[in-house]
């Protein structure tokens, strides 16, 4: 079964800063995605980025990327110039390939607040 | 396109009860996927349909179903309701199932009294 552990239950950072969210995952699977979505409070739960386990290459979407540390099972989401909408719960997701194991499995989240 | 819509947006119960909730996927997406989200125990997936066949079930009780029209719109039922089953129940759907990207809808927040 996957397991994705995010061990920092909040942070916080000043607008404008950089911050960087950790997240590890385990499996036995050769072909994955990962994910990060991002839940502001009260409201829908959104994509931020997707990586495909078979790219070397870092994902990035603006002022949100990754370090897809494969090897490691390690997969951070980074935010740059940080801005007050940014203010929301994080969640790190992983899905298999195929079968049983295409389902999402979300860690529990981390709540990020930027501070102004 | 118009997103995941999921109806209705809230619902108060009681104990005993049954509820069904709805949920419309993407235009062109097969594949809805439901997740229970409590504070408790974080997001936790339900069950995955695609082309009205059950994919993918997660470790739920049998108070627990769904299923699939053939215009992809998906129901969850859930039977004789316990105060625990209080949550926001979320809908995702995606073209197909593996590896493809999940939209969410805004969910249904249940709360059972």
């Known amino acids: 079964a996957q397991t994705v552990t995010q061990s920092q239950p909040e942070m916080s950072v000043q607008e404008a800063e950089t911050v960087t969210l950790s997240c590890t995952y385990d499996t036995s699977e050769s072909n994955y995605y990962l994910f990060w979505y991002k839940q502001p409070p009260s409201r829908q739960m959104i994509l931020v980025i997707r990586?495909?386990?078979?790219?070397?290459q870092n994902a990035t979407e603006n002022r949100f990327s990754v370090n897809f540390q494969k090897a490691a099972k390690s997969f951070s989401l980074k935010i740059s110039d940080s801005q007050l909408g940014d203010t929301a719960m994080y969640f790190c997701a992983f899905r298999g390939g195929s079968g049983a194991n295409s389902k999402l499995t979300f860690g529990k989240g981390i709540t990020l607040s930027v501070r102004p | 396109k118009a997103g995941v819509t999921q109806t209705p947006r809230y619902l108060i119960k009681t104990r005993g009860q049954q509820v069904t909730l709805s949920c419309s996927p993407i235009?062109?997406?097969?594949?809805v996927s439901w997740y229970q989200q409590t504070p408790g125990q974080g997001l936790q997936f339900l069950f995955e349909?695609?082309?009205?066949?059950?994919?993918n079930k997660g470790n739920f009780p049998g108070r627990f179903s769904g299923r699939q029209f053939s215009n992809s719109r998906s129901e969850m039922n859930v039977s004789t309701l316990e105060l625990g089953d209080s949550a926001l129940y979320l809908c995702?759907?995606?073209?197909?199932?593996?590896?493809?990207?999940?939209?969410f809808g805004p969910g249904t927040r249940l709360t059972v009294l």
């Open positions: 995702a759907s995606s073209p197909r199932t593996s590896g493809d990207t999940q939209y």
């Open positions: 349909y695609f082309s009205e066949t059950q994919r």
């Open positions: 235009s062109g997406h097969r594949s």
């Open positions: 990586q495909e386990a078979y790219k070397q």
